[in-house]
């Protein structure tokens, strides 16, 4: 894996879901996964690759929470949480939908758009910030383990 604070470029999809697998290595049961980009960066792809090396059987549709904020993917060796933050009003709007719960319930959290909820994330969140590149596909990609 790239070391932490640096960017790699991601070609394709395929790469964007060989980042994922080796990001999944690192997240256990009660982890957070923070993903910050704009629009098409590439943050729902990526936790569909996320899904896929956790196990979440490929019958399994992953897709963006964006109106309902929440979606839940069971069946994987780790369930997973998946919330899109764009439409909350803020951090405590995160708190309300389970973080917390979830977390303690062993879920892995991946939320999208987690500036916007920074404040009520724990420490060791792991970031991964993500832009569109120059070609259709391609991705930049910075993993860090701060606030942004």
Known sequence: MASEGTERSLGDVAATHALAAEVAERLA??????????LGAGKTEFTRGLARAMDVPDEVPVCSPSYLLLNLYAGGRVP??????????????????????LRRDGHVVVI??????????????????????????????????TRP
């Open 80 to 101: 997973l949480a998946h919330f899109d933050a764009y439409f909350m009003d803020g951090p405590d709007d995160l708190l309300r939908a389970g973080l917390d719960d």
């Open 29 to 38: 049961p009660g982890g957070v996964l923070a993903l910050v980009g704009e």
């Open 112 to 145: 999208e758009w987690a500036d916007r909820v920074a404040g009520v994330l724990p420490p060791d969140t792991l970031w991964l910030h993500l832009e569109p590149g120059q070609q259709p596909g391609e991705r930049r990609a910075r993993l860090q383990q």
